[in-house]
T-cell receptor
């Protein structure tokens, strides 16, 4: 089955700096890779996703890159703000409706002002 | 994105009590819903996949007789924790998937505390 590794487990940055979180996956059949942001006591919120037919996707300060050959994908947050502080999870799935996501262990991002 | 609601948001109960958690897909018909459990400072662990009109599929190690799932309509799935014990205390989160889409949207979660 699929296995998703996520690094680092914690990340501390100064406001305005960039943050990068990396994930690797094991199943070459996976071709859908979402990223979720989870604030304390709340459910995960989808912030960006990418499918295997593209290598990069950007939405304002957030971007995701995908390298299918190497089986890794990364989340990039630029100009970080204190409100970006949260736990971020990457996930992978074989891009079929009704298929569960396999999550990484999460990264706790702390942005200090 | 899609809107998913859960009720209740938190519940505290005595050991041996059964607790029902509702998950509603508010703005589209969810043919599939997923139930996850999350312990403090840990990732989401899939418990079961709930398909409308059929029996749920449980992950290895999840007792189907303890975690009863009913997906009676395209907008509602329920998880009942039967005879809850303190070790069942956790954050339970549902997500939906439907309309031929693989994107999943999560509910706000239900915090269960069993005394």
């Amino acid at each position: 089955g699929e296995n998703v590794e996520q690094h680092p487990s914690t990340l501390s940055v100064q406001e305005g700096d960039s943050a990068v979180i990396k994930c690797t996956y094991s199943d070459s059949a996976s071709n859908y890779f979402p990223w979720y942001k989870q604030e304390l006591g709340k459910g995960p919120q989808l912030i960006i996703d990418i499918r295997s037919n593209v290598g990069e996707k950007k939405d304002q300060r957030i971007a995701v890159t995908l390298n299918k050959t190497a089986k890794h994908f990364s989340l990039h947050i630029t100009e970080t703000q204190p409100e970006d502080s949260a736990v971020y999870f990457c996930a992978a799935s074989p891009n079929q409706a009704g298929t569960a996501l396999i999550f990484g262990k999460g990264t706790t991002l702390s942005v200090s002002s | 994105g899609a809107v998913v609601s859960q009720h209740p948001s938190r519940v505290i109960c005595k050991s041996g009590t059964s607790v029902k958690i509702e998950c509603r897909s508010l703005d589209f018909q969810a043919t599939t819903m997923f139930w996850y459990r999350q312990f403090p400072k840990q990732s989401l662990m899939l418990m079961a996949t709930s398909n409308e009109g059929s029996k749920a599929t449980y992950e290895q190690g999840v007792e189907k007789d303890k975690f009863l799932i009913n997906h009676a309509s395209l907008t509602l799935s329920t998880l009942t924790v039967a005879s809850a014990h303190p070790e069942d205390s956790s954050f339970y989160i549902c997500s939906n998937s439907g309309g031929g889409l693989d994107t999943q949207y999560f509910g706000p979660g239900t915090r269960l505390t069993v005394l």
